[in-house]
């Protein structure tokens, strides 16, 4: 079986990729289609986070994606993939990124490179639906918040308060509970105590 | 007696007949009917002006819009554009600044905030690091007053440092306990008040 590892040879991508591609209508056509693309992934590898139409920026995810994944793949000195992404970054000082910023940066992942979020939608108005694009591992503050494990986020000192006092309450109570038995439990033995010397006396 | 009568007005038709022709009138049964009549006035030639004179003529509906039509363009289409209001079931509130938002999308008034730091940054880093040089380096940010992280040499290599003159805005820092951006003031100015 001296077959070639067909998983190695193409970069499987890290993202759902759905089964039919957008066609994003241009007057140019297909072509335009891809122009479109083209200047996205452009912009993405350069500004690493855009907020762009939903519908481009899933499409033009892909190909930034494949995009990487080739450039991690093969390197810069194969020349099919340095076609391929002389092709996609129109401005050329980005393909230094690509090989020296953004391989390093994403060669020992084992997620997606890209990041995509659904942006806030305007209240009123029909609305053609936003998307932030971002790379992972940019320097931007984050989208999300991920301060939910944080112990110094406000709901969690407050908890943590309100658990310390209930537990101080609790604590109170048992003291109570445990003097109380004593006083019940040290009458008889005053009792006791009591007898004894008047049988002694 | 009758007929008689008849008989003879026949014969004196006959007489005045041809005396008349005797001196060459034409018969009587020639003679043109003519019937005395009030002449009608012409009508006049229907023009447009006639009805609209000073003003405007609009297009008016010729025909009466079906019940369909009339609710579809009312209250819309459930499959398509539903013009009715219905409550919205998937709004929450954010973990972070406690304003409401639709699930699945990202917090409005967070966004705001990182948005805006987020276009300075990069700016910063165009006016910095873009000027069609090539691009060999990672960046990373620092504020006011921050120093390097802790790190091996290697770590630093390939890498430029972009520095924010201003401090790190609160909501960015990891610690949300940290102390807040505004120094308390040293000012003894009192503000003035009842001025109105």
Redesign the interface.
């Known amino acids: 079986m001296n077959q070639a590892d067909v998983t190695k040879l193409v970069s499987k991508l890290r993202i759902k990729v759905p089964d039919q591609h957008r066609r994003l209508r241009s007057p140019k056509g297909p072509e335009g289609r891809l122009d479109k693309l083209r200047k996205t992934v452009t912009g993405l590898i350069?500004?690493e986070?855009i907020?762009l139409n939903h519908h481009r920026a899933d499409e033009a995810r892909q190909y930034a994606e494949r995009l990487i994944s080739e450039a991690i793949l093969h390197g810069d000195c194969h020349k099919p993939t340095m076609e391929i992404a002389d092709y996609w970054l129109l401005e050329k000082?980005?393909?230094?990124?690509l090989f020296?910023?953004l391989v390093?940066?994403f060669e020992n992942s084992n997620t997606a490179f890209t990041k995509m979020?659904?942006?806030?939608?305007a209240s009123s108005g029909?609305n053609i639906d936003k998307a932030?694009l971002e790379l992972r591992g940019n320097?931007?503050?984050?989208?999300?918040?991920k301060?939910?494990n944080?112990r110094?986020?406000?709901?969690n000192v407050l908890l943590d308060a309100a658990k310390y006092e209930y537990r101080q309450a609790k604590y109170a109570e048992m003291a109570d509970k445990i003097g109380k038995n004593e006083e019940i439990s040290q009458p008889k033995s005053d009792d006791v105590a009591k007898s004894k010397p008047i049988n002694e006396v | 007696m009758i007929s008689r009568v008849h008989q003879l007005k026949k014969i004196l038709n006959n007489v005045e007949k041809n005396v008349l022709q005797i001196f060459g009138f034409p018969p009587r049964e020639l003679a043109m009917a003519y019937t005395l009549e009030k002449r009608l006035p012409q009508p006049k030639k229907f023009t447009i002006k006639d009805i609209v004179g000073d003003g405007i003529l609009l297009a008016v509906p010729k025909f009466r819009r079906t019940v369909e039509k009339r609710l579809k363009r009312k209250f819309g289409s459930p499959d398509y554009v539903w013009k009715m209001l219905i409550p919205k079931t998937n709004i929450i509130v954010c973990n972070s600044c406690g304003h409401y938002h639709e699930r699945g999308y990202i917090c409005g008034h967070c966004y705001k905030k990182v948005e805006a730091e987020t276009k300075e940054i990069q700016d910063k880093i165009q006016e910095k690091l873009g000027n069609l040089k090539p691009i060999e380096n990672d960046v990373i940010v620092l504020y006011n007053g921050e120093n390097l992280p802790e790190q091996p040499k290697e770590f630093w290599q390939g890498k430029r440092i972009i520095e924010m003159k201003k401090d790190r805005p609160q909501w960015f820092s990891k610690n949300l306990l940290q102390k807040s951006t505004q120094q308390p003031s040293e000012s003894k100015d009192v503000k003035p008040t009842d001025l109105a």
């Open positions: 350069k500004f986070r907020e000082e980005l393909l230094h990124k020296k910023v390093p940066r979020y659904k942006a806030p939608k029909r932030i320097p931007y503050p984050l989208l999300t918040n301060h939910s944080n110094y986020l406000l709901q």
